[in-house]
C-alpha cells in the first residue's frame, strides 16, 4: 500500500499512468487521465492529487522535451523561440490563475472551459479537413506569430493556476487550431509543462500536499508511455493522429464540466 492506496488500486494506477505518458507525447492531451484516475479511485485530498501529479509533469515535461530536440522539432530557431515564448507567458498565467482563484468561481470557469475545449476539439477536426497542422514541422504550413503564441500561453497558465487543467492538454490543440504542425505544437508544449508543473509543484511541497512515493510508482510507468508515445508521433501520419487529438478534446470538454 502507497499513501493509503491498495495494491489493486495501484495497479489500476500503473496502467492509466502508462497510457496518459503516451498521450502526452503522441497528442499532447494524456495527463489528465492521470489526475482524473486519482481523483475518481482513491481517497486522497485534492491537493495531494494535483501535487503528486504535477511532479511527475515535471518529469514527463522534461523527457517530452528531449524527445522532441532529438527528432529536430524543437532544433529549429522558430521551434525554440515558441517555447520560450509559450512557457514564460503560460508560467505569467499561472501566476495571474493562482491569484484569480480566489475571486472566480472554478465551476464558472471549468463550465466555459469544457465549453471551449469542445468547441477547440470541433475546430481542431475542420482544420483536419483542410490540412492544416496535419504536416510535419519541417514543410511549409502556416504558423502562428510569437503574440498569438504567447496569448495562448498566457491562457493555458491561466487554466492551469485556476483549475489545474492546462499544459499541453489546452496549449497542443489551441496551437493546431491557429496552424501549427502538430508535432511542433507537442514539442513546444512539453518544455511549457515543465515550467508550469514546477510552478505548481513547488507551491504544492510547500503544503505537504505532495506524495513522492505515489509519483514514484506512477511517475516511472509513465515516462515509459512518453517515450512509446513519442515513438508513436514519429511513425504515425499526423493527420491521423491529429483527428485522435480532435476526437480526445471533444470527449474531454464534457468531462471537464463534470470534473
Not at 494524456?30 to 495531494?48: H, Q
Not at 470557469?109 to 497542422?133: C, D, Q
Given at each position: 500500500?502507497v499513501?493509503g492506496?491498495?495494491?489493486e488500486?495501484l495497479?489500476?494506477l500503473?496502467?492509466?499512468a502508462?497510457?496518459?505518458?503516451?498521450?502526452?507525447?503522441?497528442?499532447?492531451?494524456?495527463?489528465i487521465?492521470?489526475?482524473v484516475?486519482?481523483?475518481?479511485l482513491?481517497?486522497?485530498?485534492?491537493a495531494?492529487?494535483?501535487?503528486?501529479v504535477?511532479a511527475?509533469?515535471?518529469?514527463?515535461?522534461l523527457?517530452?522535451?528531449l524527445?522532441?530536440?532529438?527528432?529536430?522539432e524543437?532544433?529549429?530557431?522558430g521551434?525554440r523561440?515558441a517555447a520560450?515564448v509559450l512557457?514564460?507567458?503560460?508560467?505569467l498565467g499561472?501566476?495571474?490563475g493562482?491569484r484569480?482563484?480566489?475571486?472566480?468561481?472554478e465551476?464558472?470557469f471549468?463550465?466555459?472551459?469544457g465549453?471551449l475545449?469542445?468547441?477547440?476539439?470541433?475546430?481542431?477536426?475542420?482544420?483536419?479537413?483542410?490540412?492544416?497542422g496535419?504536416?510535419?514541422?519541417?514543410?511549409?504550413?502556416?504558423t502562428?506569430?510569437?503574440v498569438?503564441?504567447g496569448?495562448?500561453?498566457g491562457f493555458?497558465?491561466?487554466s492551469g493556476?485556476?483549475?489545474?487543467?492546462?499544459g499541453?492538454?489546452?496549449?497542443?490543440?489551441?496551437?493546431?487550431?491557429?496552424g501549427?504542425p502538430?508535432?511542433?505544437a507537442?514539442?513546444?508544449?512539453?518544455?511549457?509543462?515543465?515550467f508550469?508543473?514546477?510552478f505548481t509543484?513547488?507551491?504544492?511541497v510547500?503544503?505537504?500536499?505532495v506524495?513522492?512515493?505515489l509519483?514514484?510508482?506512477v511517475g516511472?510507468?509513465e515516462?515509459?508511455g512518453?517515450?512509446?508515445?513519442w515513438?508513436?508521433a514519429q511513425?504515425v501520419?499526423?493527420e491521423?493522429?491529429t483527428?485522435?487529438?480532435?476526437g480526445m478534446?471533444?470527449?474531454?470538454?464534457?468531462?471537464?464540466?463534470?470534473f
Amino acid at each position: 500500500m502507497v499513501a493509503g492506496v491498495p495494491v489493486e488500486m495501484l495497479v489500476v494506477l500503473v496502467v492509466v499512468a502508462a497510457v496518459a505518458g503516451v498521450g502526452i507525447t503522441a497528442v499532447g492531451p494524456g495527463g489528465i487521465f492521470l489526475t482524473v484516475a486519482l481523483y475518481a479511485l482513491t481517497d486522497l485530498p485534492s491537493a495531494t492529487v494535483v501535487g503528486t501529479v504535477s511532479a511527475t509533469f515535471v518529469a514527463t515535461g522534461l523527457l517530452g522535451s528531449l524527445s522532441y530536440y532529438r527528432s529536430g522539432e524543437l532544433g529549429s530557431d522558430g521551434g525554440r523561440e515558441a517555447a520560450a515564448v509559450l512557457s514564460v507567458t503560460g508560467l505569467l498565467g499561472a501566476l495571474l490563475g493562482v491569484r484569480l482563484n480566489a475571486v472566480v468561481s472554478e465551476a464558472a470557469f471549468g463550465v466555459l472551459l469544457g465549453a471551449l475545449v469542445l468547441v477547440t476539439g470541433v475546430l481542431v477536426f475542420y482544420r483536419t479537413r483542410r490540412g492544416v497542422g496535419t504536416r510535419p514541422a519541417g514543410e511549409d504550413a502556416t504558423t502562428p506569430g510569437l503574440v498569438l503564441v504567447g496569448v495562448i500561453g498566457g491562457f493555458v497558465g491561466v487554466s492551469g493556476g485556476l483549475l489545474g487543467v492546462g499544459g499541453p492538454v489546452l496549449a497542443v490543440p489551441l496551437l493546431v487550431v491557429v496552424g501549427m504542425p502538430l508535432l511542433l505544437a507537442v514539442g513546444i508544449a512539453q518544455v511549457q509543462s515543465v515550467f508550469i508543473a514546477l510552478f505548481t509543484t513547488v507551491g504544492y511541497v510547500t503544503q505537504g500536499a505532495v506524495s513522492w512515493p505515489l509519483a514514484l510508482v506512477v511517475g516511472v510507468p509513465e515516462l515509459l508511455g512518453v517515450v512509446a508515445g513519442w515513438y508513436v508521433a514519429q511513425s504515425v501520419d499526423s493527420e491521423r493522429l491529429t483527428r485522435v487529438l480532435a476526437g480526445m478534446m471533444v470527449g474531454l470538454g464534457p468531462a471537464i464540466v463534470l470534473f
